[in-house]
Structure formats: structure tokens, C-alpha cells
């Protein structure tokens, strides 16, 4: 089955032939990225934009760089110095741009549910890039290719998922796409940030690592999310880090070959020691950083060629 979306937006109606797809063609991409010439010209005559109006560092240069490994032309809209800032809303902030003919929107922004409003009015492919504690799906994809490759499966996979669930868009993505693909995932953090409500997405909750990381195959570690709180979710830090921080000790109850991964960017010595996530033996944060690129371009190559063949089959009309 092809990839068959108009935007990214979210994991959520994705269909797991679709994940597989993207992740096939992220692993070509990934091939080319080691590469002395990095070049293809998947995306050759398209303007990409990207609008973050929340800072970022791995997720807006991954997708620049992406963009520019294909042949796009590539800008970056400055959001802290635009009209948003004058007082424009979103969505004539979206129709301005839409007047440049862009022909992929990347976009992050602090507000579940942003991004899809925008793409409404558009007429290009969107890709959202985080919005709120709603979804991050590019990085739920990159995060599959690297336990795809790490474990040589997608399926069947023990997997648990530790820290501030509650405020996370990334523990979203990923809880959605492991289980479309079958695996077990588990919840590991204290109840004030794991809410009961996710076990809607037929995971289990622990609130104790020990038990919660028992014979795992790939323990995913969260930042806190202090931006969205809104009010005191744990004592202290350094409390946080001994009950639920990852050290030598709470990972030898998983799996001795799981993994070690963490979105970024990371708070050693809150939700994880350095010793560990240095450790290349266990820890593929590196390898995440590296798949984001791989699977960003894989995203934008495949969206633009549904953009294309929409294009082709409204005679020319921009769609
Ligand atoms: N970089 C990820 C995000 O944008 C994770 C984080 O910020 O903790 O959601």
C-alpha cells in the first residue's frame, strides 16, 4: 500500500502499511545521508517554509537540512520577530504565506491542534512539527526507524515509555504508532504525570521503574516538560531523578540487550544519568538524531509526490 496522506499531522490516521512505507523509504534515505553527495532531487523546484513559533533545535534543523538534501528551496520564517508578534493571527499569518506558493508547510506551535487549522487553508502539504502536547509525528516515525534497526523488528516489542507522559506530544505519537504496529507498551512515571486516561490506548501503568522496566527491549526516557506545567507535578529534581530517573541500577531490570532512547533535548541528571546516555553500548540518542533527518526527507519526498500527482490531476490548478 502507497503512502496516500495530503499532510503529517498527526500518527493518529495513519495506517501501519503507510508507517512501513515511510520507514522503507526513510532506510533509502538514510543510505544516501552516508553518502559523500547527499544530494537527490526529490523535492528540485519546491519552497518549503518552516514556522516554528516554538524553539527548537534538532526538529527545525533536521527538516532544513532534509529539505536541502532533496533540492528545495528552503526558507525559515523568523517567528519571534513576524507579524504574530504585531498582533497578526495564525490564520492570516497562513494565507499570507499561502499567497508565496509554498509547496510544504512545516510548523510547529504551542497549541494542540494548530497545525491542523492551518493546514485548512493552505494549499500545500503541511507537516506538523509538534503542536502542543498533542502530536509529534516525525518524531514518532524517527523513533520507529531507530528501533526498527536496532532490533531488526517493529513488532512484538516490549516497550516502555518513563516520565512526564501527561504534558508529551512525543509519548502520544509513539503510544499511537507502536501499537497500530503490535507492540506492548508500558507507562513507567509517577501518577501526577501519567494520567489513568491513557490506558484508553491499551497500555499499562506502573509508578514504579523496577517493575516497570522488567524484561523491556527499548526503555523511552521523557524530558519534563516544566513549559507546560501549570503547577508543582513532582517534590523536587532530585527526587525525580531517584525514583524515576534512568541509571545502572533501574536498567538492569530490562532486557540486558534493550535500548536506550530519549527524544531530546536532555536533562541529565533529572530524567537520566549521563554515564547511560553516553553509553553506545545501550544508548541509540545518537542514531534518533541521525534517522530524523532520514525520516523527514522521506516524509516530504513522499507528501510531494501525492502533492504532484493531486496537482497533475487537476490540470495545473493548484490544489
Ligand atoms: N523535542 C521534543 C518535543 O518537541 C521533546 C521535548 O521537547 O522534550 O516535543
Known sequence: MAFRQKHLLGIEPLHPDEITALLDVADRYVDLSRQPNKHSDALKGLTQINMFFE???????????????????????????????????????????????PDLLVVR????????????????????????RHEHPTQAL?????????????????????????????????LMLLGKMENRVRLVGPPTLVPQQFREFGCEIYDDMAEGLKDVDVVMMLRLQKERMDGG?????????????LDADKLAHAKPDAIVMHPGPMNRGVEIDGTIADDINRSVIQEQVEMGVAVRMAAMDLLARNLR??????KGVMV
Open 55 to 101: 524553539n527548537s533545535t534538532r526538529t527545525q534543523s533536521s527538516f532544513e537540512l532534509a529539505g536541502k538534501r532533496l533540492g528545495a528551496d528552503v526558507m525559515n520564517m523568523a517567528m519571534q520577530a513576524s507579524s504574530i508578534k504585531k498582533g497578526e493571527t495564525l490564520i492570516d499569518t497562513a494565507l499570507t504565506l499561502n499567497a508565496m506558493h
Open 109 to 132: 506551535h504551542p497549541h494542540s491542534g494548530a497545525v491542523d487549522l492551518l493546514a485548512q487553508k493552505v494549499n500545500c502539504a503541511v507537516l506538523n512539527a509538534g503542536d502542543g
Open 142 to 174: 524517527l523513533d520507529a526507524l531507530t528501533i526498527r534497526r536496532a532490533k531488526g523488528r517493529l513488532h512484538r516489542l516490549n516497550i516502555a515509555i518513563c516520565g512526564d507522559i501527561a504534558h508529551s506530544r512525543v509519548a502520544r505519537s509513539n
Open 233 to 245: 507535578f513532582i517534590p523536587s529534581e532530585r527526587e525525580y531523578f531517584y525514583r524515576y530517573g
Open 309 to 314: 500527482t493531486d496537482r497533475e490531476a487537476n
